[in-house]
């Protein structure tokens, strides 16, 4: 992790891996907006300057979030698709990982992936549509998503190495699995999926719509 997203690595100590436990918990229960480290101390039973040693402020405690799920996704790509030769289906497997809920990874107790999943389709956007995301970016704050974006930009061109877009056809799929999502669960008028709420179909709709363009060419 990005040693300039926190003042104290909060994954090196037990009240570290508390206020990351119970933020995701938080903000999955009440969104980000309402969240404050007011009320994380309260949750934790710590104080609002225990937490202040950790991060600067709740955005950067985002920051710290997104990029773990980023970094840890990238993971299980890698680990899914590493005895896999076909270019397509290592492709196809990527965008069912992406699309599809994630469950908890018991190795990590202080981190609930499946949750942190959730947070990151409703709430990570909120990383870097802010003012000062040229500043954050001069960090390297988003590399961990810049990296995801690589491995399935590259993976892309494996399967067709004259297509011309595969960085924007990347984060197009990361976007829209977590879009598809959210609209299929909370403005259902805005998909295809929202009567049955089948994740299997956003897989399909993705699945048309990349190799499709991929397949173009």
């Avoid at 309260?42 to 202040?52: R, V």
């Avoid at 595969?166 to 977590?178: G, R, V």
Wanted: glycine share 2%; net charge positive; proline share 3%.
């Amino acid at each position: 992790m990005n040693e300039a997203l926190f003042l104290r690595n909060p994954e090196q100590t037990e009240l570290g891996k508390k206020i990351l436990m119970h933020s995701i918990q938080l903000i999955y229960k009440s969104g980000f907006e309402t969240f404050t480290f007011k009320k994380l101390a309260k949750d934790i039973g710590t104080t609002e300057a225990s937490i202040y040693r950790y991060f600067e402020n709740k955005h950067r405690l985002l920051l710290y979030l997104v990029a773990w799920y980023w970094s840890w996704l990238e993971y299980q790509i890698s680990f899914h698709t590493n005895n896999i030769n076909d270019p397509i289906i290592r492709l196809k497997l990527v965008i069912k990982l992406l699309a599809t809920t994630v469950k908890d990874d018991e190795k990590t107790s202080y981190v609930n992936e499946s949750l942190l999943h959730q947070i990151v389709i409703s709430e990570g956007s909120k990383a870097y549509l802010t003012k000062h995301v040229s500043e954050d970016n001069r960090h390297h704050f988003f590399k961990p998503y810049k990296d995801l974006c690589a491995v399935i930009g590259n993976l892309i061109l494996e399967c067709n190495p004259k297509y011309k877009y595969p960085k924007s056809l990347a984060t197009t799929i990361i976007e829209m699995a977590h879009f598809q999502n959210f609209f299929m669960n909370n403005l259902p008028s805005l998909t295809d999926f929202g009567k049955n709420k089948d994740e299997a179909k956003i897989i399909s709709f993705l699945d048309d719509l990349v190799f499709f363009s991929i397949n173009k060419i």
